[in-house]
């Protein structure tokens, strides 16, 4: 790992900013003074010091947001707010990134992590990772549309999207509303399969991924850190 990103991890500043620190003569290698921030360490292996302080240093980040309405699932637009424009500069060193993907009008549960493997394998569609909705429908809903659903529909592109469960948890003429789980993830693909039934999504929010749902207490807008057993939840295989 080159020193200026380790640094920059181990909350010590930009990269911009640990330049000047090491140009400064403050930071130590296995006691020798760091000459180049693009020199490359092992922190397992190496002695890293700042001021004559071994540096406490974490590779990867894991947060739970509770993604509002308006705001992008991405990490940078020139016109729009991005969920990663709602972050700390101390979560920002990290370079987070939004695990998959909410639609702008779409709240939720949105992982953003800078973990690559853990990201691959959660959206991976090989790993039939579930994903569960709660769904506000504009019209009722027959048992048969449940099923329909639960079966798989023909969506854009003549795709049957995969088996699903769906559960009924209001369904009168002022409120229609319907968990839906999925285990992939195309374009649109909740407001897709109610359209194939003939309805349309007027509210939509990720409850869960995999194995852990989202924090009742995060406010849309507001987030944490996953704790360790959550992520442990994350990385356990799917069944």
Do not use: C, W
């Not at 000047?20 to 292996?45: Q, R, S, T, W, Y």
């Not at 890293?48 to 980040?61: A, K, M, Q």
């Not at 406010?219 to 069944?239: D, F, K, S, V």
């Amino acid at each position: 790992m080159r020193l200026d990103k380790l640094l920059a991890n181990s909350g010590y500043g930009s990269r911009k900013e640990v330049k000047l620190i090491v140009k400064a003569g403050a930071v130590m290698v296995d006691g020798k003074p760091a000459k180049d921030v693009k020199a490359h360490v092992d922190p397992d292996a190496q002695e890293v010091t700042v001021y004559g302080e071994p540096i406490d240093y974490r590779e990867f980040i894991y947060i739970m947001m509770n993604k509002p309405q308006g705001v992008l699932s991405a990490t940078e637009d020139s016109r729009q707010k991005t969920v990663v424009d709602l972050l700390t500069p101390d979560e920002l060193r990290f370079e987070p990134f939004p695990a998959g993907r909410l639609d702008k009008d779409t709240e939720g549960f949105l992982l953003l992590t800078n973990d690559g493997q853990l990201a691959h394998r959660l959206l991976s569609p090989k790993k039939h990772v579930p994903k569960t909705y709660e769904v506000h429908l504009k019209s009722q809903i027959s048992p048969e549309d449940i099923t329909s659903l639960e079966n798989g529909v023909f969506i854009e592109g003549g795709y049957k999207t995969k088996p699903a469960q769906a559960e009924i948890k209001a369904n009168d003429k002022e409120h229609t509303v319907i968990y839906l789980t999925i285990t992939e993830g195309k374009f649109h693909q909740v407001k897709q399969m109610a359209n194939a039934v003939g309805n349309e999504v007027i509210y939509l929010k990720r409850l869960s991924m995999g194995r852990v749902s989202l924090d009742p207490a995060l406010a849309p807008g507001e987030y944490r850190e996953l704790t360790e057993e959550e992520l442990e939840r994350l990385n356990e295989p799917q069944a």
